[in-house]
């Protein structure tokens, strides 16, 4: 019952580079987290990230960022477009050299909120993914199981050299856009010994 976010960011973001954040077994209640460069984040056996309930909690990421040198960014999307979006559970933007690993669970708890109810009418912002990665490099996803998405569940957008290896993604049949794996203008991904098992697609190929 206890709220985890702040413990475990600030796990996160003390961790020198090089180094592991390690999640024993047992249940942690936490709203989104994010990851940062050359960490890797191991979740135990046992280990389950729980997302949190209550929407009002998760940051809102805006659709496109006006850069200082004239480029544009774009942190939150919907459906392809630039929208502003909820940050995901585990979020990994504009970072490089990122592990997820181990064999807990990153469970987004999505049927005991209200993500799926009326799922396709904005509410503050735009449904949130499970695993949300954005503009990143050298980043690998491997062994866990992630589950019960608020919508899709893996969505990298403008990654390079990305390993999504080993692991299992389960969303119930009748979750409402709950895809599993959809890269969206990456390149050099590997996504190798995959079970999926979802209502919507198993992985879309977006714009690349």
């Known amino acids: 019952a206890a709220d985890c976010t702040a413990a475990l960011q600030a796990a996160i973001s003390v961790c020198p580079p090089g180094g592991t954040v390690r999640v024993p077994a047992g249940d942690y209640l936490t709203y989104p987290l ?9 979740l135990e056996r046992g280990a389950r990230l729980l ?4 929407r009002r909690r998760y940051p809102v990421l805006p659709g496109m960022v006006q850069n200082s040198d004239g480029t544009e960014t774009s942190y939150g999307t919907w459906e392809g477009n630039p929208l502003d979006s909820f940050a995901g559970l585990l979020n ?6 990122v ?21 396709k009418i904005k509410r503050i912002a735009w449904r949130p993914r ?11 996803l491997h062994g866990i199981t992630v589950q019960n998405s608020y919508s899709w569940t893996i969505h990298p957008i403008f990654v390079k050299h990305l ?9 119930p049949y009748n979750a409402p856009n709950t895809d599993g794996i ?3 203008s990456c390149e050099y991904i590997r996504i190798i010994g995959m079970n999926i098992h979802v ?3 198993c992985i879309a190929m977006k714009a690349s």
Do not use: K
Request: proline share 5%; charged share 25%; glycine share 10%.
């Open 92 to 97: 990994i933007t504009q970072v490089h050299d």
């Open 130 to 140: 499970a695993v949300a990665a954005v503009d990143s490099e050298n980043i690998c």
């Open 199 to 201: 209502g919507d697609d």
């Open 99 to 119: 592990v997820v690993t181990g064999e807990g669970t990153l469970d987004c708890d999505a049927e005991n909120g209200d993500w799926w109810v009326t799922p």
């Open 51 to 54: 997302g949190g309930p209550d």
């Open 34 to 42: 994010f990851l940062r460069s050359d960490v890797l984040l191991y």
């Open 182 to 184: 959809d890269p969206e």
């Open 163 to 171: 390993d999504l290896l080993n692991f299992n993604i389960n969303n």
